[in-house]
């Protein structure tokens, strides 16, 4: 095998053939055009060998192929060029598919996206059953479709309910949920993988296809039916003018029923037209700033196996409830054996909802103990201070647990107001100090802020940004200010809808306003999510540092000690965890409800850059997507800026200052960012 080269053909002795794929130089396959060119090179000397069979694999311990090589996609400036880019792919997998032997793809860990696809064009796949086996197409999520036939294929082999339900959601399926689905005809112990594979090119069994109901469903008389209904079921989730690539999949199968006369060349020129949407070059930017902030982890100079967390609440609880799921020791302290009890009922919860098996979920608990005496601080590797937000409070607690600390220990605070500067004034060492800010639920939002006060040290801020990756989520390095980058450029938005319903718009048509942006929840609901009194406490905080009032009803609502869905009451009655939206007939939406909402956004998010507190616009964009929710498929506040106009959008503010007020006033940042 050369240096350059992506595949090896190696024989044994039983005549079979093995096409191996090894990636020069990564430690994950991806099918990029240097390697679909290989393969097609390999296939060359492939016929002339007339082999018994063909088992196709991979060499990386990390799995079968992790899909196309999306950075790729960034180079392609017209549909015509992803046509072309795509069918390079669909040739050479309708060449393995048109083998003349037994072809077997032989997986373990992860065959996602292309990955799944050129194992699709094989006559039968085997998996190797453990937990990191996992199958899927996640494309959609990238705002495309499979391009290599598997928009084909997966209707052919599985039919149209479970290939539609795998495309259009994109979510993996793990072994015993591929084998029900027919994606695996075998799922064996990862040492038979070879073995497996081998018997089933000796023993040579009908190849699956899909069943009968579905086979009926594809049918050119049902399908105008079966396509209305899933269009209409995507339709109840994304909008087509935004996501387009859902729609398109049904539409491809409306149109060509996974006929491979016309499947593959439709598919190809849709997916080229897809490549090239607004949504599309967005979503794909999106993902590659995902892969930028795991590389922020770096490597840290320790290892880091136990936590300590002080402060039992929601946000403390759950911070030590993760990092026990994630296979971390944990000792949680509070001031009472109760308030630390109820967060422990809460861990067990989590942990019996998402581990299942009885034995995982005693293991976690184990990982995660109750310390009122606060025991835990002086053997703790990182310790999180995460009670209320009282600088008094929390300098007094340091006071008492900066001499008991490890000196390589990393020390930070969940401080979501509260510059660190302030914080660390009184500690005897204030380099350590930083700021590792989670979000509200922590298990499912991905982004932390990792905050560098002015005397943090490089060595304490890496490591921070290693244990967050520990953690498996996203880093934000920023730097100390109010409001951090999150707080700082969503409380503009949700202040301006709070304002919005002083002047009598309904909350419910301000949230759909929102919804239609592309917002996954409306900024009412989401103050009453987040609980009143934070908002509050947050907008007092960057009211004090920048200026501007908060709104007259939030101080009443609060001191109503109606907080939102904590308390059962906010601008919403909630009931069961949801908000009570009682049908009206809609009202009329003010013209410029959407630009009053959004732009102080926009604002706030360059006034945020001018100042320095997050290195770049990408990151910035970064934050607000995974921290905010911001609607992903507009690529983040600076994106949508650029995308509609640094000029349009300063004028717009401009409009609006002088008919709402300062706050809309452009920031200088708009003239010296160079956007």
């Not at 590797?381 to 008991?404: C, H």
Request: proline letters at 6%.
């Amino acid at each position: 095998m050369t240096a350059d080269a992506y595949w090896n053909l190696e024989e044994d002795q039983d005549r079979i053939v093995h096409l191996i794929f090894d990636a020069p130089g990564a430690s994950t396959n991806v099918l990029s055009r240097s390697a679909i060119a290989d393969l097609s090179a390999r296939l060359d000397d492939l016929a002339a060998k007339r082999p018994a069979g063909l088992i196709l694999r991979s060499a990386k311990k990390s799995g079968f192929v992790a899909g196309a090589n999306i950075k790729e996609f960034t180079a392609v400036r017209t549909p015509a060029e992803g046509l072309e880019l795509v069918r390079a792919g669909q040739i050479a997998f309708q060449r393995i598919e048109d083998l003349p032997f037994p072809t077997v793809a032989a997986i373990h860990g992860f065959a996602l996206g292309g990955g799944l696809e050129i194992a699709l064009a094989c006559r039968y796949r085997v998996g190797a059953a453990d937990s990191k086996l996992s199958l899927g197409m996640p494309e959609v999520q990238l705002g495309i479709h499979p391009g290599f036939g598997g928009t084909v294929r997966s209707v052919r082999l599985i039919g149209v309910r479970a290939a539609m339900e795998l495309m259009l959601q994109g979510k993996p399926v793990d072994g015993a949920r591929a084998a029900a689905l027919g994606l695996l005809d075998r799922l064996v112990p990862g040492a038979e993988l070879l073995a497996a594979a081998k018997r089933l090119i000796a023993e040579r069994p009908a190849p699956r296809s899909a069943p009968v109901a579905d086979k009926l469903l594809n049918l050119a008389p049902l399908r105008p039916l079966v396509a209305g209904r899933l269009r209409a079921q995507v339709a109840r989730r994304v909008r087509p003018d935004q996501y387009p690539a859902p729609f398109a999949i049904v539409d491809l199968w409306r149109r060509h029923g996974a006929s491979p006369r016309s499947g593959y060349l439709g598919e190809a020129q849709s997916l080229g037209e897809l490549m090239c949407s607004p949504s599309s070059r967005n979503l794909v930017r999106v993902f590659l700033l995902q892969d930028r902030m795991k590389s922020l982890g770096g490597k840290a100079a320790r290892e880091f196996k136990r936590v300590h967390v002080i402060g039992a609440g929601v946000m403390g609880g759950d911070i030590a409830t993760w990092a026990a799921f994630r296979g971390l020791d944990v000792t949680l302290q509070d001031r009472t054996d109760a308030l630390v009890d109820g967060a422990l009922a809460r861990a067990r919860k989590f942990f019996e909802k998402r581990l299942k098996d009885p034995d995982a979920v005693a293991a976690a608990l184990r990982r995660l103990r109750g310390d009122v005496a606060g025991d835990g601080v002086a053997d703790a590797d990182v310790l999180i201070e995460a009670i209320y937000e009282d600088l008094d409070a929390k300098r007094a607690l340091y006071a008492a647990i900066e001499p008991r600390l490890k000196a390589d220990a990393v020390f930070a605070t969940n401080t979501s107001s509260i510059v660190l500067e302030d914080l660390g004034a009184r500690l005897a060492d204030p380099s350590r100090l930083v700021g590792i800010h989670f979000f509200n639920p922590v298990a499912q939002m991905p982004l932390v802020e990792v905050v560098q006060g002015a005397r943090t040290r490089p060595d304490a801020m890496q490591n921070a940004l290693a244990f967050t990756r520990r953690l498996d989520k996203l880093p934000l390095p920023c730097r100390s200010a109010p409001g951090f980058v999150v707080n700082r450029i969503l409380l503009p938005y949700v202040n301006e809808a709070i304002f919005a319903y002083e002047q009598g718009v309904p909350g419910t048509t301000i949230d759909e306003v929102a919804r239609r942006f592309g917002m996954p929840m409306g900024p009412i609901e989401l103050a009453d999510v987040i609980g009143l009194d934070v908002t509050l406490n947050v907008g007092r905080v960057l009211a004090t540092a920048f200026g501007g009032r908060v709104p007259e009803v939030l101080v009443r609502l609060v001191e109503e000690k109606k907080l939102g869905r904590k308390s059962g009451q906010g601008f919403y009655t909630w009931r069961d965890g949801k908000p009570l939206k009682l049908a009206s007939a809609p009202p009329e939406i003010p013209e410029d409800l959407e630009d009053r909402l959004m732009l102080p956004m926009l604002n706030e998010a360059v006034a945020t850059l001018r100042e320095g507190v997050v290195a770049d616009a990408d990151l910035l964009d970064a934050g607000a997507i995974f921290g905010t929710g911001f609607a992903p498929f507009r690529g983040g506040p600076i994106q949508t800026a650029r995308e509609r106009g640094i000029a349009a959008v300063r004028q717009r503010l401009e409009q609006l200052a002088a008919q709402y007020g300062e706050r809309f006033r452009p920031d200088p940042g708009w003239n010296t960012l160079g956007l």
